[in-house]
């Protein structure tokens, strides 16, 4: 099972995939191997079914985890195996389209106005005022604060891609304040313990949820939203989607566009029938 491990992890390496990533997929393949046990075989189609529905059953998994489950275990057999055909005949499930959390501009302002601390604060007008993912805002190096052209350089951001996106006035304040009160000795503007990484995801993500409780915010929001208001907002004040999708790091404008259902710039000019029918009485 190690050496299938080991093939794994090589052909990963090569492909130059994240860390993170590696690891979630030999996690991922490891736990199935593990389940199966036993080495796989050409004939294991029926194995590949009965595994998503112990996802499903017994592990309660949601959709998107068992897509990725699946599409672990296809990379697996299909490219270190080369045995397509066991996962050919499995289907993944449905995806479920679900609306992003979209917070308002007074949701936003509560959150902003109740944080005091001052990192945390930059973290989340990052995510609000640039539009930057949470993996993004943590590891935001000094060096992509170009100041003297109003953009933030985001380096290496998912799927391999380098970008720019706004600097807004009032977040450049705001970053030169967090800087001067900790003077980080690293690359990174939110070093970790370690000067030389930068503070983890999961801190930003907690410290998102405890601002948002504090400010009363509901329907459990997440660092992601602050991204979400960032795009929405950008389109209700008119941007086009095609500059919003470069902001935000998008390959498809298409991508984009399902801002556009959880948007209410448009919605908020038009006049439903009932009103017109109260209206002629």
Not at 253 to 268: C, K, L, N, Q, W
Request: glycine share 8%; net charge positive.
């Amino acid at each position: 099972m190690e050496s299938l491990l080991d093939r794994l992890r090589e052909q990963l390496l090569v492909r130059r995939l994240r860390p993170r990533t590696v690891k979630t997929y030999l996690e991922c393949v490891g736990r199935y191997l593990e389940w199966l046990g036993r080495p796989p075989s050409p004939g294991d189609g029926d194995a590949v079914h009965r595994f998503m529905v112990h996802l499903v059953r017994d592990r309660r998994v949601g959709p998107s985890r068992q897509r990725q489950y699946l599409a672990m275990l296809r990379w697996f057999y299909e490219r270190t195996l080369r045995w397509p055909q066991v996962t050919a005949g499995v289907s993944a499930p449905k995806q479920k389209r679900t609306l992003p959390r979209v917070l308002s501009r007074d949701e936003v302002r509560a959150l902003l106005r109740g944080t005091t601390n001052l990192r945390h604060e930059a973290l989340f007008r990052l995510g609000y005022g640039a539009g930057l993912r949470v993996s993004e805002a943590v590891g935001l190096r000094i060096d992509g604060i170009q100041s003297s052209r109003g953009v933030l350089f985001i380096r290496d951001a998912k799927g391999g891609k380098d970008r720019e996106t706004l600097l807004p006035k009032s977040l450049l304040l705001h970053l030169r304040r967090v800087w001067s009160a900790t003077r980080p000795s690293g690359p990174y503007l939110f070093p970790g313990p370690d000067p030389r990484r930068h503070l983890s995801m999961r801190t930003a993500q907690r410290a998102f949820k405890k601002a948002a409780a504090r400010a009363g915010i509901a329907g459990r929001p997440t660092f992601h939203s602050l991204r979400h208001s960032f795009a929405t907002h950008l389109m209700e004040d008119g941007v086009s989607t095609l500059v919003i999708a470069r902001l935000l790091g998008h390959t498809s404008p298409r991508t984009t566009a399902r801002y556009a259902h959880v948007s209410t710039g448009h919605v908020r000019v038009l006049s439903s029938p009932l009103d017109v029918l109260e209206a002629e009485g």
